[in-house]
């Protein structure tokens, strides 16, 4: 039994011998999230049907279609000066449709888009988990370990497919001081989005679910955030992976009322450096671009630059934004093959855009009906441009491509029932197209339907 999982085993031992007192029940709180989901990914255009992508299992098309559920259970705390609850969150995804050369599935991969893979490549017709997690509480500081979801800088959870990602490990939160929240915890393994199993933590370029990839079991962070007025917030946060990079974030964010309207800046940067194996053993290097290197792999070396600007208006919202992704290497974020989040501006429904050199401008747009009468429904088109990129051959330390761009349109469409017997029921339109001239890459168009349903049942 690991350290992680003897501490959850004791928290819940006391607090089942309180679980009666007031508030546990009281406060208690239960939902069921229900999530219909459909994904198609096209890359009918590029070069996936060669002879050699087929042998690889690329695959020239992905689609997946499949029902979620997400019950979750939130406890209210035992009284006394120490408070203890439990939280618990319970997964199930149903295979609707997806086939066995559809599911995106690889030899190199944990699973298909949407569901886990059996032994021959097809996806499984379902797959399930669960999370428990023991917190206590004593003022305005809170314990909690077990299953976690955090959305920092420096970890971030995913939830773009039909059952969100989870993390194991534990973490405190305390907001003792006025205006000034500080996280500091500890990771040791990630349940990818398509899988029902905990998997060590890994990067890009390391994270091979096979015999080749290398993994850490110990991604430590820590920061706050402090408001210094009611419009102006500054954050500082530090990551750790073992064994692959050190991370420090520097962030501000400012909401200006300008007119009939409001100004948010949000700025970010981002200073990212290797540590241990990773800054001496291949095995162990990020992706990214290093001039004398095989296969455009080294050791973490990244500072990333940000800002983005969105006014706010009459149910307009116009927004621009610039990123720029200096050093050697691609940006690192925990990334363990299977789907994940980055704290990016450009974190977009395809690409990330943070390789290594990467200049990137962005121009977004979104309207929220209800300023018309149709509250519930919004829409929104984001396009991200990103030049300046260098690659090294897959086989060689030749420069295989010099100042290569990429860029990504995303739409979203969105409405949810405001009142009725299917109040909350939401619906989702997804489309984005990605295009781009990076040696080894394949564009990409790809849509998304998502009809979603929450049920309280506390």
Same mark, same amino acid.
């Given at each position: 039994?690991?350290?992680?999982?003897?501490?959850?085993?004791?928290?819940?031992?006391?607090?089942?011998?309180?679980?009666?007192?007031?508030?546990?029940?009281?406060?208690?709180?239960?939902?069921?999230?229900?999530?219909?989901?459909?994904?198609?990914?096209?890359?009918?255009?590029?070069?996936?049907?060669?002879?050699?992508?087929?042998?690889?299992?690329?695959?020239?098309?992905?689609?997946?279609?499949?029902?979620?559920?997400?019950?979750?259970?939130?406890?209210?705390?035992?009284?006394?000066?120490?408070?203890?609850?439990?939280?618990?969150?319970?997964?199930?995804?149903?295979?609707?449709?997806?086939?066995?050369?559809?599911?995106?599935?690889?030899?190199?991969?944990?699973?298909?888009?949407?569901?886990?893979?059996?032994?021959?490549?097809?996806?499984?017709?379902?797959?399930?988990?669960?999370?428990?997690?023991?917190?206590?509480?004593?003022?305005?500081?809170?314990?909690?370990?077990?299953?976690?979801?955090?959305?920092?800088?420096?970890?971030?959870?995913?939830?773009?497919?039909?059952?969100?990602?989870?993390?194991?490990?534990?973490?405190?939160?305390?907001?003792?001081?006025?205006?000034?929240?500080?996280?500091?915890?500890?990771?040791?393994?990630?349940?990818?989005?398509?899988?029902?199993?905990?998997?060590?933590?890994?990067?890009?370029?390391?994270?091979?679910?096979?015999?080749?990839?290398?993994?850490?079991?110990?991604?430590?962070?820590?920061?706050?955030?402090?408001?210094?007025?009611?419009?102006?917030?500054?954050?500082?946060?530090?990551?750790?992976?073992?064994?692959?990079?050190?991370?420090?974030?520097?962030?501000?964010?400012?909401?200006?009322?300008?007119?009939?309207?409001?100004?948010?800046?949000?700025?970010?940067?981002?200073?990212?450096?290797?540590?241990?194996?990773?800054?001496?053993?291949?095995?162990?290097?990020?992706?990214?671009?290093?001039?004398?290197?095989?296969?455009?792999?080294?050791?973490?070396?990244?500072?990333?630059?940000?800002?983005?600007? +969105?006014?706010?208006?009459?149910?307009?919202?116009?927004?621009?934004?610039?990123?720029?992704?200096?050093?050697?290497?691609?940006?690192?974020? +925990?990334?363990?093959?299977?789907?994940?989040?980055?704290?990016?501006?450009?974190?977009?429904?395809?690409?990330?855009?943070?390789?290594?050199?990467?200049?990137?401008?962005?121009?977004?747009?979104?309207?929220?009906?209800?300023?018309?009468?149709?509250?519930?429904?919004?829409?929104?088109?984001?396009?991200?441009?990103?030049?300046?990129?260098?690659?090294?051959?897959?086989?060689?330390?030749?420069?295989?491509?010099?100042?290569?761009?990429?860029?990504?349109?995303?739409?979203?469409?969105?409405?949810?029932?405001?009142?009725?017997?299917?109040?909350?029921?939401?619906?989702?339109?997804?489309?984005?197209?990605?295009?781009?001239?990076?040696?080894?890459?394949?564009?990409?168009?790809?849509?998304?339907?998502?009809?979603?349903?929450?049920?309280?049942?506390?």
């Amino acid at each position: 039994m690991n350290k992680s999982t003897l501490a959850l085993a004791v928290a819940v031992g006391v607090m089942a011998q309180q679980a009666g007192a007031a508030g546990f029940i009281e406060d208690s709180k239960a939902t069921l999230g229900l999530r219909n989901f459909y994904i198609n990914t096209d890359n009918r255009d590029s070069a996936a049907g060669t002879p050699a992508n087929k042998a690889a299992g690329v695959q020239s098309k992905n689609e997946e279609w499949g029902q979620g559920f997400d019950l979750r259970f939130i406890s209210g705390y035992t009284q006394g000066t120490v408070g203890f609850g439990i939280d618990a969150i319970g997964l199930l995804g149903v295979r609707l449709d997806s086939g066995g050369g559809t599911n995106g599935a690889t030899a190199t991969s944990y699973g298909g888009t949407v569901f886990p893979s059996k032994s021959n490549g097809e996806a499984v017709d379902n797959f399930s988990s669960l999370g428990l997690t023991a917190k206590a509480k004593i003022s305005q500081t809170e314990l909690k370990l077990g299953t976690l979801q955090p959305k920092l800088p420096v970890i971030v959870t995913n939830d773009g497919r039909l059952l969100p990602q989870t993390f194991q490990g534990g973490q405190i939160t305390s907001n003792e001081i006025k205006d000034l929240t500080v996280v500091g915890g500890q990771i040791e393994h990630a349940k990818g989005r398509n899988s029902s199993n905990n998997e060590e933590l890994s990067i890009a370029g390391a994270n091979s679910p096979t015999s080749t990839g290398r993994h850490s079991n110990k991604f430590i962070y820590g920061g706050g955030d402090y408001k210094i007025t009611k419009d102006l917030t500054a954050q500082y946060y530090y990551g750790n992976l073992e064994d692959f990079y050190k991370q420090h974030f520097l962030g501000l964010v400012h909401n200006w009322a300008i007119g009939p309207g409001v100004l948010k800046s949000d700025l970010r940067y981002f200073n990212s450096s290797d540590d241990g194996a990773n800054g001496h053993d291949s095995a162990y290097f990020s992706s990214g671009n290093y001039q004398g290197f095989r296969a455009g792999k080294g050791k973490v070396d990244n500072n990333l630059y940000s800002g983005l600007f +969105l006014y706010s208006v009459a149910g307009h919202t116009f927004g621009g934004g610039y990123q720029v992704s200096n050093g050697s290497s691609d940006f690192p974020w +925990l990334n363990q093959g299977d789907g994940s989040s980055a704290y990016i501006i450009t974190d977009s429904q395809i690409a990330k855009f943070a390789r290594a050199g990467e200049r990137t401008w962005q121009a977004r747009y979104s309207y929220d009906f209800a300023k018309v009468g149709l509250p519930g429904a919004t829409a929104g088109i984001v396009y991200l441009r990103g030049d300046n990129i260098d690659t090294i051959s897959s086989t060689s330390t030749a420069v295989a491509g010099s100042g290569r761009s990429e860029w990504e349109r995303d739409l979203t469409l969105a409405y949810v029932v405001q009142q009725g017997p299917l109040k909350n029921l939401g619906l989702m339109w997804k489309n984005a197209m990605w295009r781009n001239d990076v040696p080894g890459q394949r564009d990409q168009d790809e849509n998304r339907l998502i009809v979603s349903y929450s049920i309280p049942l506390l």
